[in-house]
């Protein structure tokens, strides 16, 4: 990682803002990107290498190919774009009363991220660089009241699969990675049925995995340009069970959200 350029987003909370530490610590050069400028700066002011904050709202596709230019014109290159952000819902489908949640997910989600790899990819093919993808174990298989996300991080999976074979011979290289629940924002800030945030954290957050515990193993699987990187043992096993009883994966399933973790 050590003087490598990387694009980041989602820098501004939760995995992201630990993501950025860690690569900082590492040696990364940064180009952080969020909404929040102020929670930008205050990240930048914390790190001990060089970095640069770019606030805009990913949902704005056409602006985009923005990041990439401000990054070239920056740091003169790209090696690798870390495509974090994200944002939740938390409702059953039969009570969700704003269907516009549906499509909010899917933008930030899937088409903020594919927009942002395809304007990131002429960079990437010229440093031999790397796509690194924060999906989800929702992206693998199907979870009661994440209807719209487990869509959105399945699409994400897709698109991805297919770019990766697409690069094959490039030098270019594709990380999944699917966490299992972490602590950050994002179940407070997650859309509930009518669309609004929740505002309290459905979750037992002493019995999940940190932000930094998190972004450690991430790092790993990124710096080794792993495929895939699965969040937890039961993300591991479901995997293989699923092949073999689906019907126990959808019990576990809905149990983790019962259990809220
Ligand atoms: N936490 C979990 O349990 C969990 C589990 C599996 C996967 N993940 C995935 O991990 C990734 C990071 O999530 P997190 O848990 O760290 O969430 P978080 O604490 O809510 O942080 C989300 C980040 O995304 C940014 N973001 C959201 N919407 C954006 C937009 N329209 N434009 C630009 N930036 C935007 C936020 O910044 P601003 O608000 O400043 O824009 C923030 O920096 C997501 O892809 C999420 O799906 C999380």
Request: charged residues 25%; hydrophobic residues 45%.
């Amino acid at each position: 990682m050590d003087g490598e350029v990387v694009l980041l987003t989602g820098a501004s909370e939760g995995i992201g803002r630990a993501l950025a530490k860690q690569l900082s610590a590492k040696g990364a050069r940064l180009m952080l990107v969020a909404r929040n400028q102020a929670r930008l700066d205050t990240l930048i002011a914390e790190l001990p290498g060089e970095a640069v904050a770019f606030a805009l709202d990913l949902t704005e596709l056409d602006r985009l190919s923005e990041l990439i230019a401000a990054t070239l014109a920056h740091y003169g290159r790209l090696d690798r774009l870390i495509l974090n952000a994200g944002i939740t819902m938390w409702s059953r489908v039969e009570d969700l009363t704003d269907l516009s949640v549906l499509e909010r997910v899917m933008r930030v989600n899937y088409l903020a991220t594919a927009h942002l790899a395809h304007a990131a990819l002429p960079a990437l093919k010229q440093s031999r660089g790397h796509y690194a993808v924060v999906s989800s174990l929702t992206g693998l298989t199907g979870v009661p009241t994440r209807s719209g996300y487990c869509a959105s991080k399945h699409a994400v999976m897709g698109f991805f699969d297919a770019l990766r074979i697409e690069l094959r011979g490039t030098g270019v290289d594709v990380t999944l990675l699917c966490p299992d629940f972490v602590v950050t924002q994002t179940h407070k800030r997650a859309m509930g049925a009518d669309g609004q945030a929740l505002g309290e954290t459905p979750m037992q957050e002493s019995k999940i995995m940190t932000a930094d515990a998190c972004a450690a193993q991430m790092i790993k699987a990124i710096e080794k340009r792993q495929r895939l990187w699965l969040g937890s043992a039961r993300g591991r096993l479901g995997r293989w069970l699923k092949l073999l009883a689906p019907g126990l994966i959808d019990a576990l399933a809905a149990r983790a959200i019962e259990r809220r973790r």
